[in-house]
């Protein structure tokens, strides 16, 4: 019954062949066919409703139908030339129901009515065949039907509609910067996805979505010919819920570090940022190396992003909390009686750490979640005790809720929707305070920005991360550049050792484009709010080896 179609790709980089198997799932099409319109929503309503009576007239007391549509378009290059350019539609139909207490789901690309209504019955005949094993049955929390909705990320260029050509002009242009200024290599790419998401359920709600991320990225790498010694830097861009209009050139939404990097919020200068790459890039192969020790850590959000992710986003996930995920990736040490206690210190008393599905420009920001519960904010980590953990229908009754979080996730219409993190991001200081003040008020720190090498353990709790950049604070001045840096910690304590965060002007978005759950994996989208954020007396370990 359930057939996929996958896109067979050849002569690609590094970079495509370590993408998760089913983002580069579907029929190839053409640049022209992604913006073909697709099926109209009355004709999904009414494939919607042959699954949802097909699933009730064989004994389901709940159904869920997802029609999804998702488009892809990712682009690949190496200096002058281009590797790769993937064009890629996948199409079809999840059924998910409660039979005798216990789920079931089935999926189809085969989008007749006769196909529809097969698929169905086969969910149901899962969830009877599964319910012989069931201990409890499925408690699902009440969501009254929304009706008829619509939802669309509000972006202002599509991308698209902007020629393929012009997109490989731009990459071109970047590759040429980094290699003008003392690039040894240079890779640089563009992702783009468009999910087209239609979500129908026996409680009455009919949710059509239209959601649109984007990823300009590159990695520059500088060597050393006389020793063979390298060094590399990647792009300082936030995998974001934007359009096209991401890629321009805004003075106001960069912000300057003086004798150090530039960084970028809703605008990202790709050129300008892949010729500083370059000349940062030859600077880490003379920069002195760090003496380890302990240090007050000022982590730009394009590093803490991903600190945030690990630390707060996967050990706060409710499935992780109760051990559903402990035979593939773990389980957390924040379990549920932290919570129960009400006065677990997770973090110090300025650490407000939120899930958001609302925040605008986030890869996570959607209008409803895949049960189609209405999207919302809520507290994880309140003046740094935790107060909640992240769920979906069937499981907030175990934290004694009554509504769902809105934290459901499927990674295409054949993927089951299961609990996956939303945005989680770190609130700013309500009063006025800079990344310059922060810096003046340090007097033996490090500064680091973008994402590095990183571990964690299986419970969340004792990680190591490195970044791209790191430049030395001394008495309050950027001292220099430093190399072979890592930090380490735990994470209760590395969130109570934090004492100054940046106000909301310096507030930005990192995030992860590909992020992998579940077993069969399913990949994700999710961004991390935070401004930059000081943490004191952290162990800094030196990571370098001679050649």
Avoid at 149 to 168: C, D, L, Q, R, Y
Avoid at 418 to 425: A, C, G, L, Y
Avoid at 466 to 479: H, N, P, R
Wanted: aromatic share 10%; with cysteine; glycine share 8%.
């Amino acid at each position: 019954m359930k057939r996929r179609d996958f896109v067979k790709l050849s002569g690609l980089g590094m970079s495509a062949t370590l993408l998760p198997a089913g983002l580069i799932a579907g029929n190839r099409i053409s640049a022209e066919d992604l913006l073909s319109p697709g099926i109209d929503v009355a004709t999904k309503k009414r494939l919607a409703d042959v699954a949802l009576n097909a699933a009730k007239s064989k004994g389901a007391t709940y159904t869920d139908v997802r029609i999804g549509r998702y488009l892809r378009q990712y682009l690949f290059t190496r200096e002058n030339k281009v590797q790769n350019i993937v064009n890629s539609e996948s199409y079809g139909i999840g059924v998910r129901v409660i039979a005798n207490g216990t789920w079931g789901f089935a999926s189809t690309n085969l989008m007749t009515p006769e196909s529809i209504a097969e698929c169905a019955r086969e969910a149901v005949d899962m969830a009877k065949a599964n319910a012989e094993i069931q201990l409890e049955p499925v408690v699902l929390a009440p969501q009254k039907g929304v009706g008829e909705k619509t939802w669309k990320t509000p972006i202002k260029k599509n991308a698209f509609e902007i020629p393929v050509k012009e997109k490989i002009d731009l990459l071109m242009e970047v590759n040429g910067a980094a290699l003008k200024n003392g690039a040894s290599f240079v890779t640089s790419n563009l992702f783009f996805v468009n999910e087209q998401k239609y979500f129908a359920s026996t409680d009455g709600s009919y949710i059509d979505q239209d959601v649109h991320r984007m990823w300009p990225t590159f990695t520059v790498t500088a060597v050393n010919k006389q020793t063979g010694r390298f060094k590399s830097r990647d792009a300082l861009s936030a995998p974001i819920g934007m359009g096209y209009d991401y890629l321009s050139d805004n003075p106001a939404e960069k912000i300057v570090i003086p004798n150090g990097p530039t960084t970028y919020r809703y605008a990202y200068n790709m050129i300008e940022d892949a010729t500083a790459a370059a000349l940062q890039a030859k600077e880490k192969l003379s920069a002195k190396s760090v003496p380890a020790g302990k240090y007050d850590m000022l982590l730009d959000p394009s590093n803490l992003g991903l600190t945030i992710h690990e630390s707060v986003g996967h050990p706060l996930e409710l499935d992780r909390v109760l051990g559903y995920e402990a035979n593939l990736a773990g389980t957390s040490f924040a379990t549920m009686e932290k919570l129960q206690s009400k006065n677990f210190q997770y973090g110090s008393k300025i650490v407000n750490l939120v899930a958001d599905k609302i925040q605008p420009n986030t890869m996570g920001l959607v209008g409803y979640d895949d049960e189609g519960v209405p999207c919302k904010k809520w507290n994880l980590v309140k003046d740094g005790i935790l107060v909640n953990f992240q769920a979906t229908r069937d499981q907030v009754h175990l934290l004694g809720e009554k509504e769902s979080q809105g934290c459901s996730f499927a990674e295409s219409w054949d993927s089951v929707q299961f609990q996956r993190m939303p945005n989680v991001s770190l609130q700013p200081n309500p009063e006025k305070y800079s990344i310059h003040d922060m810096i003046r008020d340090t007097e033996k720190g490090i500064y680091i920005l973008g994402r590095g090498s990183s571990s964690i353990d299986q419970q969340r709790y004792n990680f190591q991360f490195s970044g791209q950049l790191f430049y030395e604070i001394k008495d309050g001045k950027i001292a220099g550049m430093l190399d072979d840096v890592a930090y380490q910690s735990n994470t209760q304590e590395f969130w109570n050792s934090c004492s100054r965060i940046c106000d909301k002007d310096d507030y930005r978005l990192f995030g992860t484009f590909f992020d992998g759950k579940g077993q069969p994996g399913q990949a994700s989208a999710v961004s991390h709010g935070c401004p930059t954020t000081r943490f004191n007396g952290v162990n800094v370990i030196n990571t370098g080896r001679k050649i």
